[in-house]
């Protein structure tokens, strides 16, 4: 049986394969390719693969009501894609994520609202240091910082609730279901509200589907296979408010593709902003990890 810090670790995982995607977009977007065609070839290739994953993987049979529910629970997962990549064409992606990041307390705000469980006063310091952290590591108050666009800001917070959703459904959805095979369901809700809002045009476009191929790849196995994934094992143990504030491992990736890989220059109060959100992450798990190792 796993410990509960285990579950705790894969959901930390699934935001840190969250936090590469927005160095990727911004390099697909640098390429040529539209909002419409990298997300699109995301969700495309993503649930491609982890169908034929799970082909090969344990499953369980379900209704056709319930594998109707957990695709359902798919759909903000969709959402937040398409509303994500949208802020990030006005956007830095410093400063895109920064409203992605607002799930945090979005999502505690839901588990108060649903369950009526007020937030401890641990959690609330914890997500209290990891919203200060967010604010330094996007630069806020350094120089030439460029001017936030209200368009994207509007698109950014929409991607939050949606995403805030998203991880409330999947910690209680499909609880029974393989952890594969309910990836594999919540991916296809997640297609299906891609195409239809944004047909796939391009995939009849030879040049331009073997073009964006390469990003439709990286993004669909770190932004479609393995989150849901992660999140399916790991969420249902640590619950959608702790589940929330580890999924903030997102923005500190972020922050460091950016540097390593668009190279973009991150001053020493963003890294501090990167320190303070890494410390906000252990205080919001240390009571639990600390309840496991005395009952280990």
């Known amino acids: ?12 995982i699934g935001g840190c394969c969250l936090g590469i995607l927005s160095t990727f977009v911004k390099l697909a977007y640098s390429a040529g390719f539209s909002m419409v065609e990298v997300t699109g070839s995301q969700v495309l290739f993503g649930t491609l693969i982890i169908w034929l994953v ?37 956007l830095d992606a410093s400063l895109a994520i920064i409203f ?19 937030p401890s006063a641990g959690k609330v310091f914890s997500i209290v240091i990891l919203l200060a ?5 996007a630069g806020i108050f350094i120089e030439n910082v460029q001017t936030v666009s209200l368009q994207g800001a ?12 998203f991880i409330f459904l999947s910690s209680i959805v499909g609880k029974q279901v393989p952890a594969i095979q309910k990836s594999a369901l919540l991916s296809t809700g997640a297609l299906i509200v891609t195409v ?44 959608p408010g702790l589940g929330t504030i580890l999924t903030a491992s997102e923005l500190p990736v972020a922050i460091i593709m950016s540097a390593l890989v668009l190279s973009e220059e991150i001053a020493s109060l963003q890294w501090f902003g990167v320190v303070l959100i890494l410390g906000g992450i252990a205080i919001g798990n240390m009571k639990q990890s600390q309840r496991d190792i005395l009952s280990g």
Request: hydrophobic share 55%; net charge positive; no cysteine.
């Open 1 to 12: 049986m796993m410990k509960t810090w285990h579950y705790a670790l894969l959901v930390f």
């Open 54 to 90: 799970t082909l090969f993987a344990k499953k369980t049979r379900i209704s056709f009501r319930h594998g109707g529910t957990i695709m359902l629970a798919g759909i903000p997962m969709g959402l937040t894609g398409l509303l994500y990549y949208q802020s990030l064409q006005t």
């Open 100 to 118: 992605l990041f607002q799930f945090i307390w979005i999502g505690s705000l839901i588990e108060w609202i649903i369950y009526k469980r007020r």
């Open 133 to 137: 952290g967010s604010i330094l590591a």
């Open 154 to 165: 509007v698109w950014g917070m929409l991607s939050a609730v949606t995403f805030s959703i």
């Open 196 to 239: 239809v809002l944004f047909p796939p045009i391009f995939l009849f476009d030879i040049q331009t589907l073997t073009g964006v191929l390469p990003y439709g790849m990286i993004l669909g196995i770190f932004g479609v296979v393995f989150p849901p994934l992660l999140f399916s094992i790991g969420m249902p143990h640590v619950g």
